[in-house]
């Protein structure tokens, strides 16, 4: 079992900046598969980016590509989206998920573990 804790989430103006974090813990979560999906009030949850441990491969969303930037610290089995001029659009719940497949076009298999979500904001 994975557990999955996300924190950071807020209320931002247009332009700002927010990072958010995700812990890992629980058996084998360094071995899988990390990312952030998000899911806007009446929109079904996207893919927003994704990661491997060892940060060799890393996959974004098109709309989030240069703004975005998802990291690992593998000491602290946590896992981060640094998010950049944000724009209205981008608010929603951001969800941290673990064990799933990617290809680089940003295409998913379902995740095995999701985190309870965060709230992001963003004000115009």
């Known amino acids: 079992q994975v557990q999955l804790v996300e924190s950071g989430g807020g209320l931002v103006q247009a332009g700002d900046s927010l990072r958010l974090s995700c812990a890992a813990s629980?058996?084998?979560?360094?071995?899988?598969?990390m990312g952030w999906f998000r899911q806007a009030p009446g929109k079904e949850r996207e893919f927003v980016a994704a990661?491997?441990?060892?940060?060799?491969?890393?996959v974004y969303a098109d709309s989030v590509k240069g703004r975005f930037t998802i990291s690992t610290d593998n000491a602290k089995n946590t896992v981060y989206l640094q998010m950049n001029s944000l724009k209205p659009e981008d608010a929603a719940v951001y969800y941290c998920?673990?064990?799933?497949?990617?290809?680089?076009?940003?295409?998913?298999?379902?995740?095995?573990?999701w985190g309870q979500g965060t709230q992001v904001t963003v004000s115009s």
């Open positions: 998920a673990a064990r799933f497949s990617f290809t680089s076009s940003g295409r998913t298999g379902p995740p095995g573990y």
């Open positions: 990661i491997t441990w060892s940060g060799h491969t890393i």
């Open positions: 629980g058996r084998a979560c360094s071995s899988y598969t």
